[in-house]
């Protein structure tokens, strides 16, 4: 019996002592088993932000290289590096808390490299993430030029005006545009679709009537300047030009204009039209007689005084559209042996002869800037003699007139004590602008400008 519980006392002594090897193994185990996450060997980011600005491509933890292009005013930015749990992180070797920004890093004009390296936990394995921002010049978003494969611009092109127009005929189905940027770092789109550098557009098509065609401009900073063209395609049935063979059209051809004048002089009898269509299928009729396409009608006699030309275009379908010239024969006027003919219709007289015609003075502003003349309005075959002040008090001036494009001394003259003075009489026999200069010995300038017109 004492076996018995002997041997059951030495059996419950061995569980025990199993158990507690068991136990004691387990806890070891525990022990050994935290340090496995400090060994890990993970050195992956899991997330990269920069600020200001947007990574290029999005942010993709295998992905090793990114860009960032940020404004010309961006001087310092940072960045918030993300890695995977346990791994520590430098940033341009500065130690980044995971999760928290970098500290402040400073981006010159032109690239600037950012690496990341992130070390894993088990302080071996390493990844270096590299950043290329790209800090932009200041924003060139003009255009150094821009021109059309068919039509003419209107104004013409400069890099601060960015609304254009353009007229072209009915055959012109399509347009192309060729635009060039000033700063070779900015893209431009016309019409949306990217225009290699110095190319052109693609084709465009064009409907009768107005197209408006955009062409943007994006500086490297990504922001945008638009201009903008409308390109007016003729119908069928409208003129593309008029021209006649002596006298100028008042006003200056436009495709929507049907009705104008011009004067010529007693010594033009006769004169010719010259129209031209939009398509080499209409008919066109001048007075009643067709013109062959290109060219000009027959002479058209002209009476003193007022005379109708009628332009008529017919289109294959039938429809019309009528546009009319009223000229005006100028009657004659005796030209006194004193005046000399300075050529374009224009004569310099001596204050006084032509008795029999009135000599109009009218004061006349001046100007330094030719682009600001102010006007003298004259009647045809009337003098005038502009009383010009604001000149230099006491001076000399030499007066030229531009005729045909060349300039024509009319004489001298001299500013009295207060600054005024009277310019050599001029009697015009053709409608238009004279463009008159008044230089000093000094060469200062001063300009007024005539116009001439039917009484």
């Avoid at 200041?138 to 007229?167: C, H, M, N, Q, W």
């Amino acid at each position: 019996m004492r076996d018995r519980r002997t041997r059951g006392l030495e059996r419950s002594q061995r569980a025990v002592l199993v158990f507690g090897t068991g136990l004691a193994v387990g806890i070891m185990a525990i022990f050994h088993a935290q340090p496995a996450l400090a060994l890990s060997s993970d050195a992956s980011l899991e997330l990269l932000v920069i600020s200001p600005g947007v990574l290029s491509p999005a942010f993709d933890s295998g992905i090793m290289a990114y860009t960032s292009v940020v404004p010309s005013t961006t001087a310092t930015l940072s960045v918030t590096p993300t890695a995977a749990e346990g791994a520590t992180v430098r940033v341009n070797g500065s130690a980044v808390v995971s999760g928290s920004p970098s500290p402040t890093i400073a981006v010159t004009v032109g690239a600037n490299s950012i690496t990341t390296v992130v070390t894993a936990g088990n302080g071996v394995t390493q990844r270096t993430y590299t950043l290329t921002v790209q800090r932009s010049t200041a924003a060139d978003l003009d255009l150094s030029g821009l021109r059309l494969s068919s039509g003419v611009l209107t104004p013409v092109f400069a890099k601060g005006t960015i609304l254009y127009t353009a007229e072209v005929p009915f055959s012109a189905k399509t347009v192309t545009l060729t635009p060039t940027a000033s700063a070779s770092t900015s893209t431009v789109k016309v019409n949306g679709s990217t225009v290699a550098p110095g190319g052109q557009s693609d084709p465009i098509d064009l409907a009768v009537g107005d197209n408006d065609i955009s062409v943007t401009v994006r500086a490297q900073d990504l922001s945008q300047k638009r201009y903008t063209v409308t390109v007016k395609r003729a119908s069928e049935v409208e003129l593309l030009g008029l021209r006649l063979s002596s006298g100028t059209l008042s006003p200056a051809f436009a495709g929507g204009i049907t009705e104008y004048t011009a004067t010529v002089p007693d010594a033009t009898k006769s004169i010719t039209v010259t129209p031209t269509g939009s398509s080499t299928l209409v008919t066109i009729k001048v007075n009643g007689a067709v013109v062959p396409a290109g060219g000009s009608s027959g002479e058209i006699p002209l009476t003193t005084g007022a005379n109708t030309v009628t332009i008529v275009v017919t289109t294959t379908d039938n429809q019309t559209k009528t546009s009319t010239v009223v000229v005006t024969r100028a009657p004659g006027v005796a030209v006194s042996p004193d005046g000399v003919h300075l050529g374009g219709g224009v004569w310099l007289v001596k204050t006084g002869t032509f008795s029999h015609l009135k000599v109009t003075r009218a004061a006349a502003g001046i100007t330094a800037k030719p682009k600001k003349k102010q006007s003298v309005r004259t009647p045809l075959n009337r003098l005038v003699a502009p009383r010009v002040s604001n000149l230099t008090p006491r001076t000399a001036y030499r007066v030229s007139v531009r005729i045909n494009g060349s300039w024509i001394q009319t004489g001298t003259l001299r500013a009295g004590r207060r600054g005024v003075a009277t310019l050599p009489a001029l009697r015009f026999q053709n409608a238009g602008r004279f463009q008159v200069k008044l230089r000093a010995s000094d060469q200062s300038k001063r300009y007024i400008r005539i116009v001439a017109h039917p009484a």
